[in-house]
């Protein structure tokens, strides 16, 4: 399933490289074994497969985990459009959970519907894989604030 995609134009000529380095520096997206899987301008998607430790009482993905895909695709999509030099940190989000994360992978995908200076909205959608097929587990609608100069590297004091 591909969502309608939108032709943005990247600040940044290396944006690919910088949005996987910056995965791969998310100690919790490697804890919970998620894989960056595609990057374009505008867009993101992240795969998940399915462990028991993700899981909640009825053994389908957790609702939790369900939301930091949404959040980390929508958060990689709008981070291909920033400058060099500059971050984006999560304003705020709106999930709706559509169905069960019953399946063997969450596939989370966001696409950038606003590209602003400082703010930028996305487009998260969660789907979840069984048995080869794909159901909308959820939706989102996020807002992301660009950060000029920031870099999106950890402060000295919290690295570990």
């Known amino acids: 399933m591909e969502m309608h995609t939108m032709v943005f134009e990247p600040l940044d000529k290396n944006y690919v490289q910088k949005v996987r380095s910056s995965f791969q520096r998310q100690k919790f997206m490697e804890f919970i074994g998620a894989r960056l899987a595609e990057v374009h301008p505008g867009y993101c998607e992240i795969h998940l497969p399915y462990k028991k430790e993700l899981s909640q009482q009825h053994g389908f993905f957790h ?52 590209a602003g200076r400082t703010l930028t909205i996305c487009r998260p959608e969660v789907f979840v894989v069984k048995d080869g097929y794909e159901t909308m587990s959820a939706a989102a609608l996020m807002t992301l604030i660009a950060l000029p100069g920031k870099s999106d590297r950890p402060r000295p004091h919290l690295r570990s």
């Open 63 to 114: 609702a939790g985990v369900i939301g930091t895909l949404a959040d980390n695709s929508g958060g990689y999509a709008a981070f291909t459009l920033m400058p060099p030099r500059a971050s984006i940190l999560t304003v705020e989000y709106k999930l709706n959970i559509l169905a069960p994360g019953d399946g063997e992978l969450l596939i989370a995908r966001a696409q950038v519907i606003k």
